[in-house]
C-alpha cells in the first residue's frame, strides 16, 4: 500500500501549531546511548519513521527499545552484543552511519553498511572515515560494509574534518562520539555548528562526557573511562518550524508556533522577513503572518548559521509566487532539485543553472498530481499544494513521513484541506 494526499486549495492558514522534537538531534542521541550501559530515557523524540528505523537498528545491535505512557524514549542499551549495521536498514535510512563511531568506542570493531546515495544526491562518508582513522581505527571497505576495528581502543588526535561542501553533520557525530571515550585530547577542527550537534554535545556532556567548544566550529573532548545512561529531552524541530513559517506565508495565513525558538532560525526569519513575511517572537515561540506580496530574493544555502538546506524546497515553493524573480543556489547538496520539475507541474516558472535554479515569480499555482521524492521536496509540495487552485495529488507520501510526525493533521488543524489515502 503507498499513501497519496489529495490536498484542495488555496487555502488561509490560521492557528497554533507545536513544534515536534528534532529529527535530526533524536537520531545521533539515540545513537549515542550505545555508549552508556544501561537505560537511558530520550523525551520529545518524535515518532517518525526515521526514528523507528533506527530503533529498529539499535535492537539488532542488541539494545531494548520501548516508549512509556507519556511517549518518551526508553533505550536499554546494557547489552550490545551484535555491532553489525544491515544495509537492508542502512539504505532506506542513511543516518544510520552514526551507530558507527559509537559502536568502535563500546564494542572496539564495528560493521555497517555504506548508507548508499539518496534523491539529494550521493552521500559520501570518507570525511566520517578519515576522522575515525584518526583516532586510531583501521577501516576497510568488504562487499558494501564499513569493516572498522581498534582493539586497543581508540586514541585522541587533532582532526580537520572540513570537506569540498564545509563541515558534516553527522561526520562530525560519528566523530565526536567516538572521541568521548577515546584516550586523551581530541580537537575536531571545522566541526559541524549545527544546533543539532550543539545538542548531542550537551547530551554526551550529561552522560559524562567532557567537551568544550559546544557550537562553535573547534570542539574539544577530553576522553573518559566511560558514560553513563541519561534522560534527555532533545530540542525542538527548527526544520518543522521553518516549514510551517512558510506555510503561514505561502498562504498568506497567520499562525502561531509554540516550542519554536527563534535562536536556532536567524538565517530563515532574516530571509523570510527580506521576503515580506511578519515574525513576532513571543513566549516560547513566534507569530508568522503575510499580508502583502511576496517579494523576491537571492538565498544561498550554507553550514549553520547560514540558510539551511533542508528549507531550500520549501523557499522554493514560496519563491515561486514572489513579485519578481529570485535566485536559489544550493552549496551543500547541489543536485538537490528533484522538486523543480514538480513545481513547474504546478505552473511554477522555475528554471535550473548548474547549482542554482532562477525563480520567475507568477500569479498562482495550479493544482497538478505530483512526485514526492525525498523528505523535504515533498514537504514543498505540500505547501505548493495549500496555495494551489484545485486539487493537488501528492504521491509517495512515506517521504514525508519520514521527517513530519503526521503532517496533514497539524495543518488540518489550522484550515488546510488535506486528505490521506491509501492506493
Ligand atoms: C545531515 O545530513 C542531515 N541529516 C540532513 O538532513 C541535512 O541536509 C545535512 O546534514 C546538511 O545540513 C541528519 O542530520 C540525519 P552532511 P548529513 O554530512 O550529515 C558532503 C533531512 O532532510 N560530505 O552535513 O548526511 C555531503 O555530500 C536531512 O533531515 C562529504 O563530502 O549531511 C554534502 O555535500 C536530509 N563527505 C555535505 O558534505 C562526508 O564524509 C554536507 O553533508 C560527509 C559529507
Do not use: W
Not at 517518525?48 to 539494545?63: E, I, M, P
Not at 531494548?64 to 536498514?89: A, C, M, Q
Not at 570537506?163 to 568521548?180: H, I, Q, R, Y
Not at 542554482?356 to 515569480?361: A, L, Q
Amino acid at each position: 500500500m503507498m499513501d497519496i494526499f489529495h490536498i484542495t486549495g488555496p487555502v488561509r492558514l490560521s492557528g497554533r501549531i507545536t513544534v515536534s522534537g528534532s529529527k535530526n538531534a533524536s537520531l545521533p542521541i539515540m545513537a549515542a546511548t550505545i555508549m552508556a550501559p544501561g537505560k537511558s530515557v530520550i523525551k520529545n523524540a518524535v515518532r517518525l519513521s526515521d526514528v523507528t528505523v533506527l530503533g529498529r537498528l539499535l535492537s539488532q545491535l542488541g539494545a531494548k527499545l520501548n516508549r512509556n505512557e507519556n511517549d518518551d524514549l526508553h533505550i536499554d542499551s546494557t547489552v550490545i552484543d551484535n555491532p553489525i549495521g544491515e544495509y537492508d536498514i542502512l539504505r532506506k535510512m542513511r543516518a544510520g552511519i552514526c551507530i558507527l563511531g559509537p559502536l568502535l568506542a563500546r564494542c572496539k570493531r564495528a560493521k555497517v553498511s555504506m548508507p548508499g546515495g539518496c534523491a539529494i544526491g550521493d552521500r559520501p562518508v570518507d570525511i566520517h572515515l578519515k576522522g575515525l582513522q584518526q583516532l586510531g581505527a583501521k577501516i576497510h571497505l568488504k562487499a558494501g560494509y564499513i569493516v572498522a576495528q581498534a582493539p586497543d581502543g581508540l586514541k585522541g588526535n587533532d582532526i580537520f574534518l572540513g570537506g569540498p561542501f564545509g563541515s558534516t553533520v553527522l561526520g562530525t557525530a560519528n566523530v565526536l562520539m567516538a572521541a568521548t571515550l577515546a584516550k586523551g585530547r581530541t580537537t575536531i577542527e571545522a566541526a559541524a555548528c549545527e544546533p543539532e550537534i550543539a545538542d548531542l554535545a550537551n547530551c554526551l556532556n550529561r552522560m559524562g562526557a567532557k567537551i568544550s567548544g559546544i557550537g562553535s566550529p573547534r570542539l574539544i573532548i577530553e576522553g573518559v573511562s566511560c558514560l553513563k545512561p541519561v534522560e534527555y529531552s532533545v530540542i525542538p524541530d527548527r526544520i518543522e518550524a521553518g516549514t510551517f513559517m512558510v506555510a503561514a506565508a505561502i498562504t498568506a495565513g497567520e499562525l502561531r508556533l509554540q516550542n519554536c525558538p527563534l535562536g536556532h532560525m536567524m538565517a530563515v526569519v532574516d530571509k523570510l522577513r527580506n521576503i515580506g513575511v511578519t515574525i513576532e517572537s513571543q513566549n516560547n515561540g513566534c507569530i508568522i503572518t503575510r499580508t502583502g506580496g511576496l517579494k523576491p530574493a537571492d538565498v544561498t544555502t550554507q553550514s549553520y548559521p547560514g540558510f539551511p538546506t533542508d528549507l531550500q524546497a520549501q523557499l522554493m515553493a514560496l519563491l515561486s509566487l514572489a513579485e519578481g524573480n529570485s535566485v536559489i543556489t544550493e552549496k551543500i547538496f547541489p543536485d538537490r532539485f528533484m522538486h523543480v520539475a514538480e513545481l513547474n507541474r504546478m505552473a511554477a516558472s522555475l528554471r535550473k543553472e548548474g547549482p542554482s535554479v532562477i525563480i520567475s515569480g507568477v500569479k498562482k499555482l495550479m493544482a497538478a498530481p505530483v512526485m514526492a521524492s525525498d523528505l523535504r521536496a515533498s514537504a514543498a509540495l505540500v505547501l505548493a499544494g495549500l496555495a494551489a487552485e484545485g486539487t493537488t495529488i501528492v504521491n509517495r507520501v512515506y517521504h514525508i513521513d519520514r521527517g513530519y510526525k503526521s503532517i496533514e493533521n497539524k495543518l488540518n488543524s489550522v484550515g488546510a484541506k488535506i486528505v490521506r489515502k491509501s492506493i
